[in-house]
């Protein structure tokens, strides 16, 4: 039988220089001095390690909307009206302004066509949650998203977007970042004209990974693409594409990710000695009780997997989604 091209299941196989993976920024992140007070909020994670493969679109909504820098603080403020963005110093209610403009930004950017969104914590403006709201000038114990950010949720739902507070979680970052190289690599079938052809070798590339974070919609999956002779191309791709959004928006826990790799080693147990055996299932083990992150079990299967040739598995993203420098499964 020929072997599948290893590439399949590489993510460089996927990738293309003429859609480049791309990321709106809360400006500030990139060291611009964008805040209230002429500072920055420079985020090294983002501007070093997701800047070397994401191009960075900068984003400020609040000098964007014409409030320039300096200016006075805003807040959330609820005084029975619904949740208002008002500038405490002026007196200026800035909801309006701000929502506005956020629908117009938010259209440009859907011509950019983003692979994810890195928001700003804490900003009444670009938080995407625990933001305080107030009433009579005290915390009123609610908390809400930032005007920009509920927006961008609403208007772009299928977006991944992450807090840069939020990346220093390990759990939190992978999926992130797994989600938007995901969502690249749906675009870029699309940008290059989606065919039935190669929504299956997609999806076929995907299944493993898909099965790591939500085994529900794995099968509504493959359900969808076992029937798609029923359905026209347009409402196939679509329903596709939103369930397969909706299926990597889930957290692909570690008992999920041991699922994964004893489905996969189930394709290599008549080609390993029981010694071999053993190695690989204490590894899961080690990795299930927390002992080993998860890049060490995954290392030794592909490894077997390359070496015995097993063509389902040489093709699966699940053991190279996204580049090793960017080292996500290394503390996930
Ligand atoms: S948090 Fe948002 S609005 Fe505030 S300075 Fe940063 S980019 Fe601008």
């Known amino acids: 039988m020929k072997a599948a091209p290893i590439e399949l299941g590489s993510w460089s196989h996927w990738h293309a220089d003429e859609r480049p993976l791309r990321l709106g920024v809360s400006q500030c992140l ?5 805040r209230y007070d002429g500072g920055h909020a420079r985020d090294r994670y983002v501007t070093d390690v997701l800047g070397r493969w994401f191009e960075l679109v900068p984003v400020c909504p609040e000098v964007e909307a014409g409030l320039g820098t300096p200016r006075a603080t805003l807040r959330l403020v609820d005084e029975g009206a619904g949740t208002r963005l008002v500038q405490p110093a002026t007196g200026a209610d800035l909801t309006d302004v701000l929502a506005e403009w956020s629908a117009r930004r938010i259209e440009a950017l859907r011509a950019l066509d983003l692979d994810g969104f890195v928001l700003k914590r804490g900003s009444p403006s670009c938080g995407l949650e625990r933001i305080k709201v107030y009433r009579a000038g005290m915390p009123a114990g609610r908390n809400e998203s930032g005007v ?8 772009w739902p299928a977006l991944p977007v992450e807090e840069e507070g939020r990346l220093n979680d390990a759990g ?15 675009r ?3 940008a290059r004209g989606l065919s039935r052809r190669a929504l299956i070798e997609f999806h076929g590339a995907h299944k493993l990974l898909l099965l790591a974070h939500d085994e529900a919609g794995y099968r509504r999956l493959g359900r969808l693409v076992g029937s798609a002779g029923q359905l026209p191309d347009e409402e196939l791709f679509g329903a596709y594409e939103a369930e397969f959004q909706a ?14 790799m004893q489905h996969a080693l189930g394709h290599l147990k008549r080609l390993l000695d029981p010694a071999e055996k053993q190695e690989v299932l204490t590894c899961i083990e080690d990795y299930h009780a927390g002992l080993l992150p998860l ?20 093709g699966q993203l699940y053991f190279d989604p996204h580049p090793k420098e960017l080292m996500l499964r290394n503390h996930a």
């Open 148 to 155: 920009f950010a509920r927006a961008l949720r609403e208007r």
């Open 295 to 314: 890049i060490v079990p995954l290392t030794v299967l592909r490894y077997l997997v390359r070496r015995h040739g097993v063509e389902y598995l040489q």
């Open 30 to 34: 990139l060291g611009d001095e964008v």
């Open 188 to 190: 870029t079938l699309v």
């Open 172 to 186: 939190l970052r992978e999926r992130f970042v797994e989600r938007a190289f995901c969502r690249n690599r749906w």
């Open 247 to 260: 299926a990597m928006s889930k957290n692909a826990t570690r008992k999920r990710h041991v699922n994964v």
